[in-house]
């Protein structure tokens, strides 16, 4: 009989971890269809008068009405036209890109970037499965791109579950990564119009293209940025310290005081300009640190520092 494999804590994280990253059953499904303040989370029961496939009522016809939707039947029974309306699909797929390439692999406070990028996605993945949507998703790897269709079984939510956290082991092969511009190019191929995207990464390549595939992104799904970071992403310490990658080391300590101020700029400037991004777009940003309690994301209307808030699109 085999052995269990181990994980080393805050580091990797295992499957049985990701099951348990289940909500409480009372959080069941994301916001309904169209941009709201935050593109979230919420009862995923409500219903929506719109084109979608069940027959919700007749009214009468009013100008700008779509000829096609018009009930013939109560219109020759009453003679006066009458409009069908229907439900709202309530049912969409939710889609996560979860990033664990190797710039993720870091942390010097509680965990891993990559450790709590997993639970978050695991989090965000329990929530649409118990509102009855359809989960798929695309993980960057230190070897490339592994993409799950979207479903709602229990079979593909594991395997899901194990290839985020196969990919966080620290014996999982690398070769190479994929940008991540080019993951969120695939991601709005396989997003149909009105699909929840949530982007689950530190951001840490980002450029005009990270933007240009974002802003495209936006204009066909709802997207949610969740920024993962350490605090020394955002900061060295001046007072020194050691820095590894299990190969090389950094000594903080024989660093210039302006390279670490460059560094400090260039987080803070990374921060503002996807912020910025969000406001301009219409998605939803929100930072979460290593020392953070992922579960806060849950309830958005309720966050603090240093999370940020929703953004509307720009009138």
């Not at 269809?33 to 989370?41: F, I, N």
């Not at 070769?175 to 991540?180: A, F, N, S, V």
């Not at 980002?206 to 969740?226: C, N, P």
């Amino acid at each position: 009989m085999s052995e269990m494999p181990s994980f080393a804590p805050g580091i990797e994280i295992s499957p049985a971890e990701l099951i348990l990253a289940r909500p409480d059953r009372a959080i069941t499904g994301f916001a309904p269809g169209g941009r709201v303040s935050t593109h979230m989370w919420g009862a995923n029961r409500s219903v929506f008068h719109g084109r979608g496939m069940e027959y919700a009522e007749s009214r009468a016809y009013q100008p700008g009405d779509d000829i096609r939707t018009i009930d013939w039947r109560l219109t020759a029974r009453s003679n006066e036209v009458h409009t069908k309306l229907f439900h709202e699909e309530r049912e969409r797929p939710v889609y996560l890109l979860l990033d664990l390439r190797a710039m993720m692999q870091f942390g010097t406070k509680n965990r891993f970037k990559a450790h709590l990028a997993a639970e978050i996605a695991a989090m965000l993945a329990w929530v649409g499965i118990d509102g009855g949507d359809r989960v798929g998703g695309l993980i960057l790897t230190r070897a490339g791109l592994k993409e799950f269709a979207a479903a709602r079984t229990r079979t593909a939510m594991l395997a899901l579950l194990h290839a985020a956290s196969d990919a966080t082991r620290m014996d999982h092969p690398a070769g190479k990564e994929t940008p991540l511009h080019s993951a969120l190019r695939m991601l709005r191929h396989v997003c149909r119009p009105g699909t929840l995207a949530f982007v689950i990464s530190d951001f840490a390549d980002h450029d005009a293209r990270v933007e240009t595939e974002l802003r495209r992104l936006s204009q066909r799904a709802h997207v949610t940025m969740i920024s993962v970071h350490d605090p020394l992403d955002a900061r060295l310490p001046p007072q020194g310290g050691r820095l590894s990658d299990g190969a090389a080391v950094l000594a903080i300590e024989r660093m210039r005081r302006a390279d670490l101020d460059t560094h400090a700029r260039a987080f803070a400037r990374r921060q503002a300009a996807l912020q910025a991004l969000a406001r301009k777009t219409g998605m939803v940003w929100h930072g979460v640190a290593t020392t953070d309690d992922p579960k806060t994301l849950l309830r958005p209307n309720r966050m603090g520092a240093p999370f940020g808030v929703p953004h509307r699109r720009a009138a």
